[in-house]
């Protein structure tokens, strides 16, 4: 004996249709009408998103609005601080220039007195003293003169004259001093040679560096010409570093010019000579061993010896022997 083992799960109703089934059906009967449902989904998604983009644009217009009108107002603000800061400028400015006319009125209206109350009072009154003074000096003067010529009439003819002739001599002794203090009574002589060329010349420079000078003679340099004098002997000045007769021996190279300068050198040499012991003798035991004594040594005779010779000129003097006894 067999049994029927019954089904799990609910038993479906005979009379109902599946989704699937439907959608078959609905394909099967009206094949566009899936295709208008796609539609409506995309139109409503689109119109959803519609909504989302109005909507931010919306808070994006707010916020711009917002912004907008924080702008004015602080914009207001600013011209409202302004404002009034310029017409508080204003209204010192306009005060002070009240100020300053008033008191140039005040201060034009006290000199109109003043000059009101010189004419009325004080103008006449100096008048009034000034004609008085005048006619008082004139009376004195004309009673002064009037006097004088009868007092000189009175005089005898030898004080007349004498009292005349002395007024003409100052009156030409003045005018013979003015004539010759600005050089137009006597004659002046003028020294027809040239002592300068200043005048003469289209420019006048001044050199400020004295460093940039060069003597004469060494501008153009020539061969130097050397001339051994024999030695000298010299008595020295003393001092508190020698004894009581000092001495010098000297033997001396001089640097000449030319072969002439050299002739004329040797054949003077004991003028020569003369002229150095002279040169030296003026010189102390300390000036002689010092290297500033021996250059001012060498100076001194360069130039006593150019000054006597007749042509040429000495550059350089030399000691070739230098021998001192304190």
Do not use: C
Request: net charge neutral; no cysteine; proline share 3%.
């Amino acid at each position: 004996m067999t049994a029927d083992i019954p089904q799990a799960g609910p038993r479906p109703d005979e009379n109902m249709i599946s989704l699937e089934d439907l959608d078959k059906f609905i394909e099967e009967e009206d094949p566009n009408f899936i295709q208008s449902m796609v539609e409506l989904k995309v139109e409503v998604a689109s119109l959803q998103l519609d909504i989302k983009s109005e909507n931010i644009d919306r808070d994006i217009d707010l916020a711009r609005t917002t912004e907008m009108v924080g702008k004015k107002i602080k914009e207001k603000t600013r011209f409202e601080i302004f404002r009034r800061d310029f017409i508080s400028a204003l209204r010192r400015f306009l005060i002070s220039i009240k100020n300053l006319l008033f008191s140039t009125k005040s201060r034009f209206m006290l000199l109109g007195e003043k000059i009101k109350h010189f004419a009325r009072f004080t103008l006449p009154d100096l008048l009034r003293f000034f004609k008085f003074r005048s006619v008082h000096y004139s009376q004195l003067t004309l009673r002064f003169t009037k006097t004088n010529i009868d007092a000189y009439q009175n005089l005898s003819k030898v004080r007349k004259f004498s009292l005349f002739f002395t007024l003409i001599s100052t009156l030409a002794a003045l005018f013979f001093l003015g004539k010759t203090f600005s050089q137009q009574w006597l004659p002046h002589f003028t020294d027809p040679l040239i002592h300068s060329l200043e005048d003469k010349a289209i420019s006048v420079g001044a050199y400020k560096n004295k460093n940039e000078l060069q003597d004469l003679f060494q501008a153009f340099p020539e061969v130097e010409f050397y001339v051994l004098l024999s030695k000298v002997i010299v008595n020295l000045k003393r001092d508190e570093n020698s004894s009581q007769n000092p001495m010098g021996i000297f033997e001396i190279y001089l640097g000449i010019d030319s072969k002439d300068t050299a002739i004329e050198v040797k054949d003077r040499e004991h003028e020569i000579l003369d002229t150095i012991q002279r040169s030296l003798e003026p010189f102390t035991y300390t000036e002689a061993v010092s290297m500033s004594g021996k250059t001012r040594m060498k100076s001194v005779m360069r130039d006593n010896v150019n000054n006597i010779l007749n042509q040429g000129k000495v550059f350089h003097v030399y000691f070739n022997t230098f021998i001192t006894n304190p």
